[in-house]
């Protein structure tokens, strides 16, 4: 079973290395960190450096695929890159096509989402409805093959949750147990409907910037 | 605020990959991923590479000092590695000094844990008393500048608690919002006490002989 975890410049990391984890941990599983090309991958702190030594081109035909999140993945998807196209060949082949966070951006513009409901960060609901997508609220949405997580730490709920369907819910429970995976968040505060209106709207804006920011990095390259 | 992770090859990644998501979204706060050398680490499945740039000898002074666990962590106690020792050197001037999961061992080989109650992965309870901390189940344990975290995943937790403690609660739960930290976990098996026997039993088998393949590795290398 071969495992891709499809990654770009500007990746937030947690979205990653949620799922990565939990994979990594399945007996017999090769996970494989790819991108369009190899070397080193840069997340969208610009702190994390990550040697990747495969490409998508290396792992066509994934079991598993699954796309993280982070503020590079809006241009990512609207220009159809590299990433895109991948996912779109690879999708057909696959037993679960899965992402993170923004991550469903580039699963939306390979057209995986089309009238479906799926899961996105809270914060990029309309831009992942302009794929087609419909709109949820739900932290993890399991349909047809294709598996997608609200933002960054939902990737640990959804690769638990895809262990136990491709794997049986007793291995799922073992490598909860092994990460302690038992959350005691110290607040109520991570999603919009429970944290205070002033953190949403600061939170909101701090986003907005950061991707901004980010884009003009980018631009600046 | 320097805020700096020690890392070295066989860390497990997610250890350092909660905290550094949370800690990363800090305003202001420059994290440093650092080793006793500079180039490129290996995670303890040899599928994560990181490059680290800095030296613990760059960053002798961080506000906040943070060590992952892995399997590797127990053999750099045992040895009072390069690592211990920035910790026991660094430790007197920082604002907090924190481990997840074996990377407790560390601070115990430091000499900070002795007759303090200190959290670790559940698996390793009795290795930290061996460094005369007090065993306790706790996921999370704040003491006198002093924190520690449980398996893993605990240190999503363990950061956004201290990230309360030096920041104030609204910057912690704006984090905690913008990761849409709003757990699922799509079972109750994180923790000993609440996972099925015949599976606390497996995984304890299996943390075992991980351990004991990656003890091999090491010496062979």
Redesign the interface.
């Known amino acids: 079973m071969i495992i891709a975890i499809g990654l770009y410049s500007g990746f937030?990391?947690?979205d990653a290395?949620?799922p990565?984890?939990v994979f990594?941990t399945v007996p017999g599983a090769e996970?494989v960190?790819c991108a369009a090309e190899t070397g080193?991958l840069d997340d969208d702190?610009n702190?994390?450096?990550?040697?990747v030594?495969a490409t998508f081109a290396d792992v066509p035909r994934p079991d598993i695929l699954l796309i993280p999140g982070g503020p590079a993945s809006l241009a990512l998807a609207r220009d159809s890159a590299p990433i895109v196209d991948w996912v779109r060949n690879a999708h057909p082949h696959t037993r679960w096509t899965a992402s993170v966070?923004t991550g469903a951006l580039i699963l939306g513009a390979a057209g995986l989402l089309d009238n479906r409901p799926a899961a996105t960060?809270?914060h990029f609901y309309d831009e992942l409805a302009k794929y087609g997508a419909q709109r949820t609220e739900e932290?993890?949405v399991i349909g047809d093959r294709i598996a997608t997580g609200?933002?960054?730490?939902?990737g640990?709920?959804l690769a638990?949750?895809l262990v136990?369907e491709f794997a049986g819910?007793?291995l799922?429970?073992?490598i909860?147990?092994?990460?302690?995976?038992?959350?005691?968040?110290?607040?109520d505060?991570?999603?919009?409907s429970?944290?205070?209106k002033p953190?949403?709207d600061?939170?909101s804006f701090?986003?907005d910037a950061f991707e901004k920011e980010y884009s003009r990095a980018v631009v600046r390259d």
């Open positions: 937030t990391t947690l290395i949620g990565y984890q990594s996970v960190l080193t702190h702190l994390m450096h990550l040697r030594d966070c960060h809270w932290r993890i609200a933002g960054s730490s939902a640990i709920d638990l949750t136990a819910p007793e799922a429970q073992g909860q147990l092994a990460l302690e995976y038992d959350p005691e968040p110290p607040f505060s991570g999603s919009p429970k944290a205070a953190i949403v600061t939170v701090m986003i």
